[in-house]
């Protein structure tokens, strides 16, 4: 008797304070009073040796895979039997296992005989296979929970509120050397456990390095990612770096200009990376200016920049830019197409062109008045009144284009486009690589489940407001109203009035570090060609930063200069970093990821269109908009409504401007086709603007030569002079006809089909 | 007669691996059917050594675990008497019919029977006569590699199935103990004749005494049936069937039911015979016939690889349908044992099953709410009864084959008028849900059983954890609490009614609940 009393003690002591070894060193007296003591005061304590269904139950399920997707968790079961995807029902998986079909999966009066065990342990036909054996922790777990009834818990069972990995980071001098890691879950009660035999692993590069089900990290090849465990509704990663060989390995220690350059450097330093060189300056004059003011330098710009001999004329070519109309221009073009700028001339739903229009300018205004960016955000979140007056609240009528306003999938489009968060896994189940669950979800649904739209005097007109007295919405499991309530909050916002208040407040403060992180790596993925958390608009737990520390410190410098987009821009142009060649070396030839080189980035289409109007010298015009618009300032304007993809000119179709269909950065497409190809080459774009306008018969009447015109061409196009081997080839061309504007026209042709033009480099 | 004694066979040579017993299983005298039971009467040679078998080895009588056993152990010796039907057929239905049987043929290979065996699948056959090696169904089953080994997915078949296995192969493929095929097979059971429903009501006398599978506490009453003569109620338990004076709900006798779980129960119309369905699940299925006085097996129909979850015998008793997660319902003849028919409609598991009383329909439910109602000597469609949008849980005639009552997992009841297939009366909520405060969202309040008494008048029970009577018109009479008793037992568990039905004489009701427990009530003679 005592000594089982004993055992019941060292049980519940070891789990309220793990690690706790003092006990051991207590006399025996001590203990056994101690253990008559507790079992006084808790004549329940025996029970807690009983499984809990919650506790030590349903992490089976998840561990060994019956609730996922591909298994029970899927969202209609399988084969007849259906589990929460990753457990985020507990009482409806105890319906499901115990009382949905009595007797069957669950046997009280033969526990051996369960279903549940017959089929996990494969001792009858199994669709998922054998999971575990007979002899196995979980088996017996299972087994003791039916044979105690299987029972549902009561009242609160300790819910898991934080998982630790054992490491934040390994780092491997070679590959095959490995790490084993354990994973401890800490309950709502303070109590911790060791739950490394009831998580799940996974590798984000398994060709860096590789885990597996008992958590052990195996090196592979050279390179960094991220290992994670999974357990409960936590993920939690480790940085795993495996080295390249230390012989060939010498660090340049390259000048560091500002923080950016520190921070990428010592993560390159770590990684046995070496950076390439500067980039000429050719390279960044056209660099910079396609980046700030989409479009190429022009010859003027060029000369200058060339002969301009100060150390600091990089410097000041960022800030002329910077000052130029045209970056208010392309950073508004940017957020239009952010937040689905699509004018329609279908009144009931609110997206008039008159209402795009005011968007747009409204936009506009904000970027050329340097407004800071939380503030431009702030006043559209709590924006209410018309729409083709008051142009920020077009939020409301443009972010999610349907007929009815849409709480649910409005923020879900909130929160990737402002967050880069995306939350809407979590409407059915809370989401399965990240923190997010279904009360988050349902919470911030209810700062959006008062907005109305009524009509307006003019037909095109919609007044937007909030409807303080709209119920919140429910949550999907149990119909519990959940009032509105900030992203990873406990409390909801305080009742009463619109809440869109608290939303703009939370969401645009400094202290919120989702808003200013998402900011920033957007600005540094705009000009580095990809973010330090890619897709940008992907933020999870098990996506994280390739360089922590680099986007904290863009984060936090955002910040301190009051969400000023220019300042935050000109620091980024400023560092070595952003100025590094595009050439890579033995070194960082791998590399895609650490910013160890420039990216090779093909231009926009909507940036494209502009430099080929601006090499050729013939405008481009768009149906809808007056003369002289660049491409830049162009949204799609359309008949009828504006729900689905929209593309507008059919250029940006071929070349993948975002048709707005979503509020995906992946709508904004990259990648070369075949039809991309084929319309440079022999579409009218190119084609038509060779020989239009008499261009190219005034330069050639205005050069003493053909290796004028032929630099000059270069210049243009490329941003760059002709290599001797390139002037030579292009000399022979010309041959004789050295006033044919056809030869000419032909190596214009040639150049604007390089991928050198439709790169930036 | 011989599917019964083959079980009989089967089980003792699970408890005599060492053979002793191969004598004994050979003769036939030992037609005596579901001895796994040491009866009263004097013990055999092999009841005497089962007993000595059963300390020594501390077998615990887990008769469940025996017969699963049950095909694995054989003799080398004892090659030439390998069959299909004795010892492969058990094998094939345990391991591989889920994929490989009547429901659905990977690789059109359907192992379910002998000759369909013997044909093979898409890529030819895969047994062939004498030569295990050059046999595919022995390559696939003793491959290296588990990505191409069978049964996919989990461990080899244990090394004695496979030996069997072997040996069946290269002794010739012998389809049964006698050397010629047997395809019809003689279950001795005669359909009681109309006008034989009078006389003294039958009732169990001096059944001899069961032994029970060790329970570690009572087996929910998945099935309920009142004798519709007698004072008599039909229990089920786990590998038993308990009759039980409903008045006193004292013990009258059990029968053996060592195919597992019994889903179902029904007697005839004269109360003389009761059947039985069940079976283990996604192990095996089988529906029983038994003498009700005696607590003799009369016959044996059907041979699934999963629980019969449904079943009924019409009213001639010269069908049996069955019906569970094949989603087929197949149609048996009761003098012969053999397929009659199989029909095929339904997309998920058959769930109820209901012969009219008249003889003429055939009702039958499955687990998403479909109905359907079928003519009982063409097997063609008469009607599709469209009201429940989940599962349903039961179906009962009233006794002038008019109305169909049925109940669903949706918490609905429905009288259906059979002529024209459209509810008379339609109850949602039938068994309201209880909403405590503060929950919020669909609380379960699933139907659980309906059954009609004599008067017309409906008994159910649902998942609110009450019993309720409804008159002949579909209005409520009487709402019979069932919760009190037996809550506390396990904490942390609900106890549910799971069946309820009317006595002979529609004077009380009995329920049986999820911990085994039976209640019943009286009617007054007002509310009838």
């Known amino acids: 008797m005592i000594s089982e009393l004993v055992i019941v003690v060292n049980v519940d002591a070891k789990r309220c304070n793990p690690g706790s070894k003092p006990i051991m060193s207590i006399n025996r007296l001590t203990l056994v009073t101690l253990a008559l003591f507790v079992s006084l005061i808790f004549p329940l304590t025996v029970r807690s040796s009983e499984p809990s269904f919650r506790r030590d139950v349903m992490p089976i399920f998840f561990r060994a895979g019956c609730n996922a997707g591909t298994c029970h968790g899927s969202a209609r079961g399988k084969d007849g039997f259906m589990l929460s995807l990753f457990g985020y029902d507990a009482k409806g998986d105890y319906e499901r296992v115990v009382n949905e079909m009595i007797g069957r999966r669950v046997n009280v009066a033969v526990p051996e005989q369960s279903l549940l065990l017959l089929k996990a342990t494969g001792a009858v036909p199994h669709t998922g296979g054998k999971l575990f054996s007979k002899e196995s922790e979980y088996y017996k777990t299972v087994l003791a929970w039916i044979e105690a009834g299987a029972p549902d818990d009561i009242g609160q069972v300790p819910s898991t509120v934080e998982v630790v990995l054992s490491s934040k980071g390994m780092v491997f001098e070679k590959t095959e050397l490995s790490e084993t890691l354990t994973v401890t879950a800490i309950a709502s009660d303070g109590s911790q456990r060791d739950v490394t035999g009831l998580a799940r692993f996974f590798s984000n590069n398994d060709s860096v390095a590789r885990i597996d089900a008992d958590g052990r990290v195996t090196a592979v090849g050279p390179g960094d990612t991220n290992v994670f465990a999974r357990f409960s509704r936590f993920t939690v990663g480790a940085e795993a770096i495996v080295l390249p060989s230390e012989a060939t390995f010498q660090w340049p220690d390259p000048v560091a200009i500002n923080f950016i350059d520190e921070l990428v450097f010592d993560r390159l330093k770590k990684l046995r990376v070496i950076p390439s060189d500067l980039c000429d300056d050719e390279t960044f004059l056209r660099r910079v200016t396609l980046d700030l003011n989409a479009r190429p330098p022009t010859l003027a710009e060029y000369r200058d920049f060339m002969a301009d001999t100060r150390s600091d004329k990089r410097a000041i070519k960022i800030d002329q830019l910077l000052e130029n109309e045209a970056f208010a221009d392309f950073w508004t073009a940017l957020w239009a197409e952010q937040l689905r700028v699509i004018g329609g001339n279908y009144a009931p739903v609110a997206t008039d062109v008159k209402a795009a229009d005011a968007f747009y300018q409204w936009i506009r205004t904000q970027m050329r008045s340097r407004r800071p960016l939380n503030e431009f955000i702030a006043e559209m979140v709590d924006a209410s009144g018309s729409n083709l007056s008051n142009g920020p609240v077009n939020l409301y009528t443009m972010l999610v284009h349907k007929p009815q306003f849409d709480p649910k999938a409005f923020a879900a489009d909130f929160s990737q486009a402002f967050l880069g968060v995306q939350i809407q896994c979590a409407e059915c189940h809370n989401h399965p690589f990240d923190r997010w669950t279904q009360d988050d979800y349902y919470g911030f649904v209810s700062f959006f489940t008062g907005m109305k739209r009524k009509p307006g005097i003019e037909p095109r007109e919609r007044r937007i407001f909030c409807d303080t007295t709209a119920p919140p919405a429910k949550h999907l499991v149990d119909g519990r109203p959940m009032p509105a309530k900030t992203l990873g909050s406990v409390e909801p916002v305080p009742a009463g009035g619109d809440p869109r208040k608290a939303l703009a407040l939370w969401l645009t403060a400094p202290e919120n570090e989702m808003f200013s992180r998402n900011l920033a790596n957007r600005i540094w993925a705009q000009l580095l060609g990809r973010g330090i958390i890619e897709p940008v608009d992907d933020v999870r737990a098990s996506n994280p930063p390739v360089n922590g520390p680099l986007l904290d410190a863009l984060s936090r410098r955002l910040v301190d200069v009051k969400f000023d987009l220019r300042s935050i821009v000109r620091e980024i142009c400023h560092s070595r970093v952003y100025q590094l060649s595009a050439r890579p070396n033995e070194s960082n030839v791998r590399d895609t990821r650490q910013f160890s080189h420039a990216h090779l980035r093909r231009l926009r289409a909507d940036v494209l269109l502009d430099s080929i109007v601006a090499v050729t010298g013939v405008p481009r015009r768009f149906s809808g908009f007056p003369d002289g618009t660049r491409a830049i300032e162009y949204y799609p304007r359309e008949s009828g409504d504006t729900e689905g993809p929209h593309f507008g000119d059919q250029f940006f179709a071929t070349f993948g401007r975002s048709s707005r269909a979503t509020v995906c950065a992946c709508e904004t497409k990259r990648e070369p086709t075949l039809s991309q190809t084929l319309h440079m080459a022999v579409g009218d774009s190119v084609r038509d603007r060779l020989s239009a306008n008499g261009e190219m018969k005034r330069l050639l009447e205005s050069k003493t030569g053909p290796d004028e015109v032929i630099e000059e061409l270069f210049v243009k196009a490329l941003g760059r002079q002709p290599k001797s081997d390139e002037a030579a080839a292009m000399r022979a061309l010309i041959g004789d006809s050295v006033k044919d504007p056809a030869a000419y026209e032909d190596i214009l042709w040639s150049l604007l089909n390089s991928t050198e033009f439709a790169f930036n480099h | ?528």
């Open chain 2, 1 to 528: 007669m011989k599917s019964a004694m083959l079980l009989l066979a089967r089980t003792k040579s699970a408890l005599f691996p060492d053979g002793a017993l191969r004598g004994w299983l050979l003769t036939p005298s030992s037609t005596s059917v579901a001895r796994s039971s040491a009866g009263l009467h004097e013990p055999s040679d092999g009841e005497q050594c089962l007993h000595w078998l059963r300390q020594t080895l501390n077998l615990s009588l887990k008769i469940s675990t025996i017969i699963g056993m049950c095909c694995m152990v054989v003799m080398a010796e004892d090659a030439k008497s390998i069959t299909y039907d004795d010892h492969v057929a058990p094998i094939f239905r345990k391991h591989c019919l889920q994929c490989h049987g009547d429901s659905k043929q990977e690789a059109g290979l359907n192992l379910a029977g002998y000759l369909s065996t013997r044909k093979g699948g898409s890529g030819g056959e895969v047994v062939v006569a004498g030569r295990s090696s050059s046999s595919r169904l022995f390559k696939a089953i003793t491959e290296e590699d588990p990505e191409a080994r069978m049964p996919p997915k989990n461990d080899p078949l244990p090394k004695e199935q496979i030996a069997l296995i072997k040996s069946w192969i290269d002794t010739g493929l012998r389809q049964s103990f006698g050397s010629s095929p047997v395809t019809m097979r003689k279950l001795g059971f005669t359909p009681t004749a109309f006008e034989k429903v009078d006389g003294p009501p039958p009732m169990p006398q001096n059944l001899p005494a069961i032994e029970s599978v060790r329970l570690i506490r009572s087996f929910p009453v998945l099935a309920l049936a009142a004798s519709p003569r007698a004072p008599l109620i039909a229990v089920s338990s786990y590998e038993r069937i308990d009759f039980v004076d409903p008045s006193t709900r004292n013990l009258i006798g059990s029968v053996p039911f060592p195919e597992g779980e019994p889903h179902f129960l029904r007697f005839n119309r004269s109360g003389s015979v009761l059947l039985v369905a069940g079976g283990r699940p996604v192990q095996n299925g089988v529906a029983v016939l038994y003498d009700v006085k005696t607590g003799k097996r009369l016959a044996e129909i059907g041979n699934e690889t999963d629980v019969v979850l449904a079943a009924d015998l019409s009213a001639d008793e010269k069908q049996i349908a069955i019906g569970g997660s094949s989603r087929v319902v197949k149609v048996y003849s009761t003098e012969t044992g053999s397929l009659v028919r199989s029909l095929v409609k339904h997309t998920e598991w058959i769930t109820a099953i209901a012969y009219s009383p008249d003889g003429k329909l055939l009702a039958t439910g499955d687990r998403v709410g479909n109905i359907h109602l079928w003519d009982v000597f063409s097997g063609g469609v008469v009607l599709p009864l469209s009201e429940h949008k989940a599962s349903i849980t039961s179906l009962s005639w009233r006794s002038d084959s008019q109305v169909l009552a049925s109940s669903g997992e949706d918490g609905l009841i429905a009288w259906w008028e059979v002529a024209n297939g459209w509810p008379l009366v339609s109850k949602a909520d039938a068994h309201p849900p209880q909403r405590s405060a503060g929950v919020f969202g669909k609380i379960a309040n699933g139907v659980l059983a309906a059954s009609f008494g004599p008067g017309g008048q409906l008994i159910t029970c649902g998942r609110d954890r009450t019993v309720r009577l409804w008159a002949s018109a579909g209005n409520l009479l009487k709402t019979f609490d069932s919760s009190p008793v037996g809550d506390s037992q396990i904490s942390g568990t609900r106890l549910l009614p799971l069946q309820a039905v009317f006595t002979f004489d529609g004077n009380s009701v009995v329920s049986g609940d999820s911990a085994g427990q039976i209640k019943s009530w009286p009617i007054e003679a007002v509310q009838k």
